[in-house]
């Protein structure tokens, strides 16, 4: 439903707005921001009941994935990537590893960004051959720093994710730690921007 109280720039092309638009949309920004590990959280709810094929469903698999990571030790930044490597199924068919490492990328280290982006072509392994690929493309990074990680990353999490007897914790478990690692980004091209933003409102 519109809001039709709420405060908006006075511009029809980008070229004429002001310091008072900018100041506008900037105020309506921080809001809005605050309001990502929501919209994140809705999307992969999207993930529930779609099997795709698959023994589990994509939100089955994801929570059993970051389980996995969960209960191995691993830190919230990791878990949380584990928890969202496959909510790109929805958006991006054709790219899904892409579009989950673009929401993180902000977020989270370079190396799981990494991890996350590269994990398609690791996990190829398993089943490239049958659908007439090349199941080694993994290869091409073996020299890569975060080669061993991402391969971890498959072997011991991704890959085993979809028992139906294994343990799922839900996602209420996890969304705390999600709304942490979501909770201000550690490298944007608004991330100035946004630090002032906060500053002057603490």
Request: proline share 4%.
């Amino acid at each position: 439903m519109e809001n039709t109280n709420e405060k908006r720039a006075q511009f029809s092309q980008m070229e004429d707005g002001t310091a008072e638009d900018w100041k506008c949309i900037a105020d309506a920004f921080g809001p809005f921001a605050q309001k990502l590990p929501e919209r994140i959280i809705a999307h992969l709810k999207l993930l529930d009941g779609d099997f795709g094929g698959f023994p589990v469903d994509r939100l089955t698999h994801c929570l059993q994935t970051a389980t996995f990571a969960y209960r191995d030790g691993k830190d919230e930044e990791y878990v949380v990537c584990a928890l969202l490597h496959d909510i790109g199924d929805t958006l991006g068919t054709y790219n899904h590893a892409d579009v989950a490492a673009v929401l993180l990328e902000p977020f989270v280290s370079e190396a799981n960004h990494w991890m996350i982006k590269h994990h398609a072509i690791f996990q190829g392994y398993y089943f490239f051959h049958y659908l007439g690929m090349e199941r080694n493309l993994r290869d091409q990074y073996r020299d890569h720093e975060h080669f061993a990680r991402t391969l971890e990353f498959i072997e011991k999490y991704d890959a085993p994710a979809f028992n139906p007897e294994a343990e799922v914790l839900p996602l209420e478990f996890f969304e705390p730690m999600l709304k942490r690692v979501f909770a201000q980004p550690k490298k944007s091209l608004y991330k100035k921007a946004v630090d002032e933003s906060m500053a002057a409102s603490a």
